[in-house]
């Protein structure tokens, strides 16, 4: 039986539920595995769970120069300290496990350096997808396929709001609101509902999967605040449903594209029946195929489940780092920021002869092809309605002009929504 002493840093909900998970599971470890988990040290400023005195440390010196303690979990979140507290511990030869896809997507050369300083494992399963075990997947199970396309549901928030958007017929703001009041918004939803968080994730899923660094700043990114339940109710009549996608894809020639947007993806799509706050992945290998991987993708359970997988793991392995040997940094990559792709434009205009034949005229300009339109009408009382346009594949470029002028056109009165439909 191997003794492996744990420290956790940071006991919010997570860092609880890996304390209170291996507590439950300490004995099926030890049968399973021949590893017998023990919690020695937690530093904390709050703590969500009981945990006796003596296992509180004063400071994160009581841990790091604790030459027992062999594995440390962070799960603070943020950038500081949790850097300097995972580049300290790796250096000093501590396995790191972590879930913060904030801080590991964009410091990540510097953590692999200190790693490989210390000879240490640093191990990050829950910083994508919770529960879900992707990276893994991707690292150990994969290596027989080149991937060239990823789409991930990899925000539980959002498709938690588009869930109940699309359900309820309800707006943005009305279900953000609620879903703050009961718990499954923060307080300041930003990094959710701005698509950042999905940004974090999918900078680290592509790069594994790419065998190439994909930094956060290459990836595009558009939240879901602008969706409207129009656009819902629109989409779904034309057969489609809106999801806060992470995609990335990679061309023969090595070529990278990434970007997190609202999608209209087809509603019998897998990835259109995910529902509430699930997480789900879909990749396609060159020799598996589609697969799509789904579950808990936040939460004290699901993201401790990944934790103390990657324990587990590390002291079974020789260290790993997730490392960029043999794989393309980013200045060896190309990226691609003018994809293809079909679009959904939703436009106000004064509803009067020659409309129509206005907009489509810029859109023909500039090589975007129409492939169909619904003109609501205007509601009584009004002159202005909706026309809503779906175009075959065009440029993103193509279309962002042609979407500036269709602007300046007198009778539109706005274009509130683009949204990208991947079929
Ligand atoms: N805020 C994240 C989500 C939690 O909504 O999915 C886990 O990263």
């Known amino acids: 039986m191997k003794e492996v002493k744990v420290a956790i840093l940071g006991m919010g909900t997570v860092g609880?539920?890996?304390?209170?998970?291996?507590?439950?599971?300490?004995?099926?470890?030890?049968?399973?595995e021949g590893i017998r988990l023990e919690v020695k040290k937690t530093l904390a400023l709050n703590y969500a769970v009981d945990v006796p005195e003596e296992k509180k440390a004063k400071d994160i010196g009581e841990i790091i120069n604790d030459p027992e303690i062999t594995v440390v979990a962070e799960v603070m979140g943020g950038q500081h300290p949790a850097k300097e507290f995972i580049i300290a511990a790796l250096e000093s030869g501590k396995t790191v496990v972590s879930a913060?896809?904030?801080?590991?997507?964009?410091?990540?050369?510097?953590?692999?350096?200190?790693?490989?300083?210390?000879?240490?494992?640093?191990?990050?399963?829950?910083?994508?997808?919770?529960?879900?075990?992707?990276?893994?997947?991707?690292?150990?199970?994969?290596?027989?396929?080149?991937?060239?396309?990823?789409?991930?549901?990899?925000?539980?928030?959002?498709?938690?709001?588009?869930?109940?958007?699309?359900?309820?017929?309800?707006?943005?703001e009305d279900v953000l609101k609620e879903a703050q009041a009961l718990g499954y918004a923060e307080a300041n939803p930003t990094s959710d509902v701005e698509g950042y968080d999905a940004r974090y994730k999918l900078s680290i899923l592509a790069s594994m999967a790419f065998h190439a660094r994909v930094p956060v700043d290459r990836i595009y990114c558009e939240g879901i605040t602008k969706i409207t339940k129009l656009d819902i109710e629109i989409g779904r009549e034309l057969g489609y449903v809106v999801k806060l996608l992470a995609i990335?894809?990679?061309?023969?020639?090595?070529?990278?594209?990434?970007?997190?947007?609202?999608?209209?993806?087809?509603?019998?799509?897998?990835?259109?029946n995910i529902k509430g706050s699930f997480n789900a992945i879909f990749i396609n290998g060159s020799a598996v195929g589609e697969m799509m991987w789904y579950g808990k993708g936040a939460g004290d359970f699901p993201t401790a489940s990944a934790?103390?997988?990657?324990?587990?793991?590390?002291?079974?392995?020789?260290?790993?780092?997730?490392?960029?040997?043999?794989?393309?940094?980013?200045d060896q990559v190309q990226f691609n920021d003018d994809w293809i792709t079909e679009y959904f434009i939703r436009t106000t205009v004064?509803?009067?002869?020659?409309?129509?034949?206005?907009?489509?005229?810029?859109?023909?300009?500039?090589?975007?092809?129409?492939?169909?339109?619904?003109?609501?009408?205007?509601?009584?009382?009004?002159t202005d309605a909706p026309l809503i346009l779906v175009t075959h594949k065009a440029h993103e470029k193509d279309l962002n002009k042609a979407i500036e002028e269709i602007k300046q056109l007198d009778a539109v009165v706005d274009v509130p929504s683009c949204i990208r439909v991947e079929k």
């Open 248 to 272: 990335g894809k990679k061309a023969a020639d090595g070529t990278i594209e990434v970007r997190v947007h609202p999608t209209m993806i087809l509603k019998d799509h897998a990835l259109a």
């Open 100 to 172: 913060n896809k904030d801080m590991i997507s964009q410091n990540w050369p510097d953590l692999e350096a200190a790693a490989k300083r210390g000879k240490a494992g640093f191990y990050f399963e829950a910083a994508v997808g919770g529960g879900i075990p992707i990276l893994r997947a991707l690292q150990d199970s994969m290596q027989a396929n080149s991937i060239d396309r990823i789409y991930g549901i990899v925000n539980g928030t959002t498709n938690y709001i588009l869930t109940k958007m699309d359900d309820e017929g309800r707006d943005f």
């Open 350 to 382: 004064q509803d009067k002869p020659g409309v129509l034949a206005k907009i489509a005229g810029i859109l023909g300009k500039h090589d975007v092809s129409i492939e169909s339109v619904i003109q609501k009408g205007a509601k009584k009382g009004e």
């Open 16 to 32: 609880g539920g890996i304390y209170q998970l291996i507590e439950k599971e300490q004995k099926n470890i030890e049968h399973k």
């Open 307 to 330: 934790l103390v997988s990657d324990m587990v793991y590390a002291v079974h392995h020789e260290p790993k780092y997730a490392t960029f040997e043999n794989t393309y940094e980013a």
